[in-house]
């Protein structure tokens, strides 16, 4: 393969990222919507959406794998595919944790006693980090990656804070304790999705300076 044309292929590779973290990003949009309006049929299109999610996965992988073996990359170009081979499952997790939240939703049925909590704001927060996740990833922005791992911790604090308001409700409504135990649920899926935002923004670090932290997530 030629020079130029392996960085066609590079370039090809970035736009595949981009629209699969454009994808996810909608998705969790959506759902927090959805559960904020009891829509069930925007459930159910964030559910089936999650398809594509794995597709487009799935297509990235075997184009960075291609890349390998038809080149020997230079080490910058190495990082490049490593870090898109690297991103890509995280954001099959953020898209899987989205239709999560929206298939939760659908067996909530419309109880609302938590939506006026921290919950929306624990949202909007973790919907902000993977959508500055994503601009760093585009952009290469370092500092931008660095801000999104910090905020990170204001999103934990909101896991904390809702927490403790379930056990309030588990007091005060202990006929309410399925459905908390479900909202409580939901705010971990949220939880889970910033730290593969978090994720991604080490993989970014990784891309421009050859180091990375190993972080694990289940």
């Not at 927060?125 to 760093?136: L, N």
């Not at 479900?182 to 935002?197: G, S, T, V």
Request: net charge negative; charged share 30%.
């Amino acid at each position: 393969m030629s020079r130029t044309n392996f960085e066609n292929e590079l370039r090809e590779l970035h736009v595949e990222i981009i629209e699969m973290g454009s994808f996810v990003e909608n998705a969790i949009e959506a759902a927090v919507k959805a559960f904020m309006r009891n829509d069930k049929e925007l459930c159910k299109k964030v559910i089936k959406g999650d398809k594509k999610v794995d597709a487009m996965e799935k297509a990235i992988e075997s184009r960075c794998l291609w890349l390998i073996a038809q080149e020997q990359p230079i080490a910058s170009d190495l990082r490049k595919i490593t870090t898109a081979l690297r991103i890509a499952p995280s954001m099959e997790r953020i898209g899987d944790n989205a239709a999560n939240i929206a298939e939760l939703t659908l067996e909530l049925g419309g109880d609302t006693f938590a939506k006026s909590s921290t919950i929306p704001d624990m949202a909007t927060a973790v919907i902000e980090m993977v959508h500055d996740a994503i601009t760093s990833y585009v952009n290469y922005d370092l500092e931008l990656a660095k801000k999104t791992r910090k905020k990170d911790d204001e999103v934990d604090a909101y896991f904390m804070q809702i927490k403790q308001e379930l056990v309030q409700v588990f007091t005060d409504q202990p006929q309410a304790m399925d459905n908390a135990i479900d909202f409580l649920l939901l705010a971990k899926y949220l939880e889970r999705i910033a730290d593969h935002a978090v994720i991604i923004c080490e993989w970014i670090h990784f891309s421009q300076t050859g180091e990375h932290k190993n972080t694990l997530i289940f």
